[in-house]
């Protein structure tokens, strides 16, 4: 079994910073990619920003130039650094690990972090 666990998420002012870690850990070989979605209130999951493991990183547009994914593979983690937050920044941060089986590759996702930014 894999456990993916989030930390970093809470409220802050607009304008303000956030950093958000996941760590994975259990059965792992190996990690595709690995990233993070986030679902607003009302509205569908979405992408925030993914790195795979030769290094290849991909934002949304919306937060091109605020947000930073980094990966560190010798420990199974990914972060998220949040700068120059916005009140449309507001929703629960998932991160995803893409693991390889002899079956094919799956997704893992962690339980949700609260990121809540004030006007």
């Known amino acids: 079994q894999v456990e993916l666990l989030e930390s970093g998420g809470g409220l802050v002012q607009a304008g303000g910073s956030l950093r958000l870690s996941c760590a994975a850990s259990g059965r792992i070989f190996i990690i595709n990619g690995m990233g993070w979605y986030r679902q607003a209130p009302g509205k569908q999951r979405e992408l925030v920003a993914t790195a795979n493991r030769g290094g290849r990183i991909n934002y949304t547009d919306s937060v091109k130039g605020r947000f930073t994914i980094t990966r560190d593979n010798a420990k199974n983690t990914v972060y998220l650094q949040m700068n120059s937050l916005k009140p449309e920044d507001t929703a629960v941060y998932y991160c995803?690990?893409?693991?390889?089986?002899?079956?094919?590759?799956?997704?893992?996702w962690g339980q949700g972090t609260q990121v809540t930014v004030s006007s």
């Open positions: 995803n690990a893409q693991i390889p089986r002899s079956t094919g590759v799956y997704d893992y």
